[in-house]
């Protein structure tokens, strides 16, 4: 695998997972256009690419207009002449149980997350169609959008829609050569580092110190290094045949989601009355109710949290 000669754009890549992507795009051989809302924290994380051998360069705006879209592709265009890769990972959290959530907390997750991945999507393949070259695009799913998480109707609703783009995006970039798929990564973030069932997980991860074996093999949690391989993987030749996909990744697993697909079907001459629905819904719907949200196995005793 070499991306030699490419040129990718990383949206919220000036630290976490971002900049994770980013270096190591760098590291095979991408210039990277690092984009962050904080001109400090974007020019240390282009100043670690070129430190060590690679080529970056910055855009300070904040994802959801598709004015800082244009900003994107255009410094990717002007500083190293092409695009070729494009990779959506900027996101905010404004966490709260559906009857406090605000019309500002949910405008805001919806802004940033869905339309800021449907505006640089846009402009990239606008401009990718045009070179004629075909392209990459990876966008940064989650579990949350696959199986909802509560006290983020926000958040799954974002993911969710990114997720349903992704797929329609891989029969329209089609013909143009260019692939569009969804990572679902499992990893420390700044979500996961407040939930108390990875306590030992994070932390461990914050010292520089491997994982208990328990997340990277049970669940597949891991850091932002056991993410990065698959971004670069799906943004070089040997991924040409791979698009429309969910793959989720963390810790020692990878794995490929579903599309959704029927789990029952059934027909009723004449169609679906009341009188019949109540002597069939049981046996068709209700004994194939699916579960909702995350199910983790138990901590084992020595990775408990500590007590509040």
């Not at 401009?127 to 799913?141: V, Y």
């Amino acid at each position: 695998m070499s991306l030699n000669g490419k040129v990718a754009i990383v949206t919220g890549s000036g630290r976490g997972l971002g900049l994770a992507y980013a270096q190591e795009l760098a590291r095979q051989g991408a210039a990277v256009v690092i984009n962050d809302v904080d001109a400090a924290t974007a020019a240390e994380a282009v100043a670690s690419i070129e430190a060590a051998g690679g080529k970056a360069t910055a855009v300070v705006a904040p994802v959801g207009p598709s004015e800082t879209a244009k900003q994107l592709v255009a410094a990717a265009v002007e500083t190293f002449g092409r695009l070729d890769i494009l990779v959506t990972n900027a996101g905010v959290l404004r966490d709260t149980v559906l009857w406090k959530m605000s019309d500002d907390d949910f405008d805001l997750v919806t802004n940033v997350h869905l339309r800021g991945t449907f505006t640089c999507v846009r402009e990239a393949a606008i401009h990718m169609r045009e070179a004629g070259e075909g392209g990459r695009i990876i966008c940064i799913g989650s579990p949350t959008g696959q199986r909802g998480n509560f006290g983020q109707t926000n958040y799954a609703a974002a993911k969710a829609g990114i997720v349903g783009m992704v797929r329609t995006w891989a029969l329209e970039l089609k013909k143009a050569g260019i692939t569009a798929n969804a990572v679902i990564p499992v990893a420390a973030t700044a979500m996961t580092a407040t939930v108390p069932y990875f306590h030992a997980a994070v932390e461990a991860d914050a010292k520089g110190e491997p994982m208990p074996d328990f997340f990277r093999k049970e669940i597949g949690f891991g850091g932002a290094g056991d993410v990065a391989p698959l971004i670069a993987h799906l943004a070089s030749d040997a991924a040409a045949g791979v698009t429309g996909q969910a793959i989720g990744v963390g810790g020692d697993r990878i794995q490929v989601w579903s599309h959704p697909e029927p789990v029952v079907t059934a027909f009723h001459d004449g169609g679906w009355s009341a009188e019949a629905l109540a002597a069939e819904f049981d046996r068709v719907v209700g004994e194939n109710l699916q579960s909702v949200g995350e199910k983790f196995p138990a901590l084992p005793e020595e990775l408990q949290p500590p007590a509040a």
